[in-house]
């Protein structure tokens, strides 16, 4: 199942399931049950939602609507807690100069820093090192903690694209990269929101690609994880709760915009695409200020 957040022509706070890709088609939970919650974060954190949303989808006679007349917004807009990990990739960590880690670089994203698919990423007034990141994320399901490598996975409800845009000067005045990393919207979150059961096992051997105006920047595979989403999970919550809702975002393959020479960033007019094999492509352009 595919599902989506968006808001309806009175700007009201929608969540969509995609029942047709080639066609665009998707039908509104609403339609299908006007007792549901009108948010995902609700519907996660409702007992028994997603397989009601399945089963009413899988039989439903409501008339579908075409996902070219909404506006996306973030997958999932207030999560608690967006957690990301830094140096995910052997090869991008060897690109920035770091060695082979021996702990992921956690930090944190505030919901201010996000926006949505075909939404734009903002280019602060202050900087012109706005970058670009492709990373995988997953959204967690249930409450969880001091999980092992055993039952982690049991925790995802789904997973979904981010770009972890970046403002690499700022990220760099700091030993923690948290403020280079929470610039108002500047990370793009979306459009899907896509079940376990529609991919590998824990997200394993999926492409991961970002494309800049057309142009390949970046083609990396979560099997080359250091940290797989079960490691991943295990880690954190050895330390915290995670809650329906929060999203944990899991790092970006080589061939960012810093590292190359010369230095590749974003602008006013660009348009930032990222794909990931079996979830979709999140789409961004880029505007200024």
Not at 68 to 88: T, Y
Not at 118 to 142: H, M, N, T
Not at 146 to 166: E, P, R
């Amino acid at each position: 199942m595919r599902l989506f957040s968006y808001q309806d022509q009175h700007k009201n706070k929608q969540v969509g399931v995609l029942i047709n890709a080639s066609l665009n088609q998707f039908l509104s939970v609403a339609d299908l049950d006007p007792s549901l919650p009108k948010t995902l974060l609700e519907i996660i954190a409702f007992s028994g939602a997603l397989e009601k949303i399945q089963h009413l989808a899988a039989n439903s006679k409501v008339v579908p609507q075409n996902i070219e007349a909404i506006s996306f917004i973030p997958l999932i807009d207030r999560p608690g807690k967006i957690i990301c990990l830094g140096l995910n990739y052997a090869d991008h960590a060897k690109e920035g100069g770091h060695a082979r880690p021996e702990y992921p670089g956690f930090f944190m994203r505030g919901p201010s820093s996000l926006t949505g698919h075909l939404q734009a990423i903002i280019r602060p007034q202050v900087s012109d090192k706005l970058d670009y990141e492709a990373e995988l994320a997953f959204i967690v399901g249930k409450r969880a903690r001091n999980l092992t490598l055993d039952n982690a996975l049991d925790c995802v409800v789904g997973y979904s694209i981010f770009n972890d845009g970046s403002i690499r000067d700022y990220q760099r005045k700091s030993t923690q990269w948290t403020i280079g990393k929470n610039f108002d919207q500047t990370g793009g979150f979306g459009p899907y929101l896509v079940t376990p059961d529609e991919l590998p096992k824990g997200a394993h051997g999926l492409q991961v690609q970002t494309r800049l105006n057309g142009k390949t920047m970046q083609n990396g595979n979560t099997k080359d994880f250091l940290w797989g989403i079960a490691e991943t999970i295990v880690l954190i919550t050895e330390c915290m709760t995670l809650e329906p809702g929060d999203v944990v975002i899991t790092g970006t393959p080589a061939g960012v915009g810093y590292a190359r020479t010369p230095p590749v960033f974003m602008k006013q007019g660009d348009l930032c695409e990222i794909e990931i094999e079996g979830i979709g492509i999140l789409a961004n352009p880029i505007m200024d200020a």
